[in-house]
C-alpha cells in the first residue's frame, strides 16, 4: 500500500507540475470552464478546455520547434523518473543487471525516446481532438491508445537495438516487458509522456461525479477555474495510478520462491530467454528447472543441453526431461540425446522405436551424431528390419557432418563389404579422417589397413 500511494503521489505531483507552466488560459475559455466544472456547460466545453491546457503546455502545432523541444523534456524527464523508480525499488541489480550510469540512459533515452515519443504525443494531440462521449467507447480509447504507445516504443527500440549504436545482446520483447532489461526504462517511460490520453478520461469520469455532486460550487470552481482544474487533473492522475498500482500490485507480488504470477505469465506466453531469467529470481532447484524446461521448449536450448549431459549418468531422469524439452524446442542434438536414453533404457524403460524417431528427427535437423546412432540401428536391426545400405548411408551423413564414429562404422563396412561394396582405398580414407577427429579405433585401423597394403 506505501508503494501504491507512492506511485501514486509522484504521479499526480508530477503531473501538476507539468501542467503548472501551461500558459495562461483567457478569460473566455476561463469562464467556460467554470460552467462546465459547476455542470452548467455541455461537455464540449471542458473537451476545448484540456485541448487548450495541452495545447498550453506543448503548443497548438505539433510541427513546430517549441512542441518537439517541450516533447524531448518531458521524454528525458519521464525516462529519468522511470530510472529512478525502478532504482528506488530495488530492480536494477535483482532483474535487471546492468553497469550504466543515469547518464548514459539519458543519452540513450535522447536516441530512443525523443522522437519515438513525439509520435506518440501527435497520437495523443489526434485521440483528445476525436474523443467519443461514451464511457464504454472511452475505455476502448484507453486501451488503444496503450496498444498503439506501445507499438510504437517498441519499434524505436527494436531499431536501435539493431543499428551500430547498440553493443552486445539483442534483447527480446518479453525481456524488456518483464523488466529484465535495461530496454525496459525506455519502453515504460512512454506511457508517462501519453498520460494525457488517461487524464483526460479520468478526468471527465471523476468531473461528472463532481458535477453531479456539486463539489465545484465548494471548490469555487466559478471564481478560480484553473486552479480547480489543476486540482481535479493532478487528483485524477492520482486516482488512476493508485487504482492501477492496486490492480497490478497482486500479479507483481513475489511469492517464497522469489516469482510472481506476471513472471510466469509471461514465461508461458513468451517461452524462451525470459524464461531464463525468471529461473534466475527463485533459489529453489525444482522451481529453476521449471522455467528452464520452458526456456528450451521456447528454442533457447543449451542450457537443457548442458545439464543434461553434467547429470545423464546420475539421473537419467533429468535428463530425460531436460533433453526433451530441448528436442521440442528444435534442438537437434536434445533429440539424440533423449532418443540414447531411450535406446539405452536410462532413466526409461529401453525403447528402440522410440529411439530411431527421436534419432531420425535430429539427422534430419542436421546432427551428424543422430544420423550416425540411427545407421547402427537399420545395421543391427534393432526395432526394424536390418537394413545395411541404408545404415551405410546415414554413415556417410554422419562422417560427413563431423561425427567421428560415423566415419569408424562406414569404413568398417568399406573394408568387409557390408551393404556395399568392398572398398580398402575408401575404408582407409573414412578411418583416416575418423583418426583426425579424435577417433582412436579409427586410427589403429588406419595403421592395420596400411600395414597390409
Request: proline share 2%; glycine share 10%.
Amino acid at each position: 500500500m506505501h508503494d501504491n500511494t507512492g506511485w501514486a503521489l509522484g504521479l499526480a505531483g508530477a503531473m501538476f507540475a507539468l501542467t503548472a507552466f501551461a500558459s495562461l488560459i483567457n478569460p473566455a475559455r476561463k469562464k467556460e470552464l467554470a460552467h462546465w466544472l459547476m455542470g452548467t456547460q455541455p461537455e464540449t466545453s471542458w473537451t476545448k478546455g484540456f485541448t487548450a491546457l495541452f495545447d498550453g503546455v506543448f503548443g497548438k502545432h505539433h510541427l513546430s520547434l517549441k512542441c518537439f523541444l517541450r516533447s524531448a523534456i518531458a521524454s528525458l524527464i519521464a525516462v529519468t523518473l522511470i530510472w529512478l523508480l525502478m532504482g528506488n525499488a530495488e530492480t536494477i541489480g535483482i532483474r535487471v543487471e546492468t553497469q550504466m550510469t543515469l547518464g548514459a540512459i539519458v543519452l540513450i533515452g535522447l536516441a530512443i525516446n525523443v522522437v519515438a515519443e513525439y509520435v506518440s504525443l501527435l497520437e495523443t494531440r489526434i485521440l483528445l481532438g476525436r474523443m467519443p462521449k461514451n464511457g464504454w467507447h472511452q475505455a476502448g480509447v484507453l486501451i488503444f491508445d496503450l496498444i498503439i504507445s506501445a507499438a510504437i516504443i517498441w519499434l524505436a527500440i527494436f531499431l536501435y537495438l539493431r543499428s551500430p549504436l547498440h553493443e552486445g545482446e539483442v534483447e527480446s520483447f518479453a525481456e524488456i516487458l518483464g523488466v529484465f532489461s535495461v530496454f525496459s526504462v525506455f519502453f515504460y517511460s512512454t506511457f508517462l509522456t501519453s498520460v494525457w490520453t488517461w487524464v483526460y478520461i479520468g478526468s471527465v469520469w471523476l468531473m461528472r461525479f463532481i458535477a453531479w455532486a456539486r463539489i465545484a460550487h465548494w471548490l469555487d470552481a466559478e471564481n478560480q477555474p484553473v486552479k480547480v482544474l489543476l486540482l481535479v487533473l493532478s487528483l485524477a492522475t492520482g486516482v488512476i495510478a493508485f487504482a492501477g498500482a492496486l490492480v497490478v500490485s497482486g500479479p507483481l507480488a513475489r511469492d517464497d520462491q522469489g516469482t510472481s504470477i506476471a513472471d510466469r505469465a509471461l514465461c508461458t506466453m513468451f517461452k524462451g530467454r525470459v524464461c531464463l531469467d525468471v529461473a534466475k529470481l527463485t533459489p529453489t532447484e525444482q522451481a529453476q528447472l521449471e522455467f528452464i524446461t520452458l526456456a528450451c521448449e521456447g528454442g533457447v536450448t543449451q542450457e537443457c543441453l548442458d545439464r543434461g549431459l553434467a547429470v545423464w549418468e546420475i539421473d537419467g531422469n533429468l535428463a530425460a526431461r531436460l533433453w526433451r524439452s530441448a528436442c521440442a524446442g528444435g534442438s537437434a542434438m536434445g533429440c539424440t540425446g533423449l532418443g540414447y536414453l531411450h535406446e539405452s533404457g536410462i532413466g526409461m524403460d529401453p525403447g528402440p522405436q522410440e529411439a530411431a524417431l527421436l534419432y531420425k528427427m535430429a539427422c534430419d535437423g542436421g546432427n551428424a551424431q543422430g544420423c550416425n546412432n540411427l545407421g547402427a540401428l537399420h545395421e543391427s536391426g534393432i526395432g526394424m528390419d536390418p537394413d545395411p545400405q541404408e545404415a551405410a548411408r546415414l554413415y556417410t551423413l554422419g562422417c560427413d557432418g563431423g561425427e567421428a564414429r560415423g566415419c569408424y562404422n562406414l569404413g568398417l563396412m568399406h573394408e568387409f563389404g557390408q551393404g556395399i561394396d568392398v572398398d580398402l582405398s575408401k575404408a582407409l580414407q573414412v578411418f583416416r579422417r575418423a583418426c583426425a577427429l579424435g577417433y582412436q579405433d579409427g586410427c589403429q585401423r588406419a595403421e592395420t589397413l596400411e600395414a597390409a597394403e
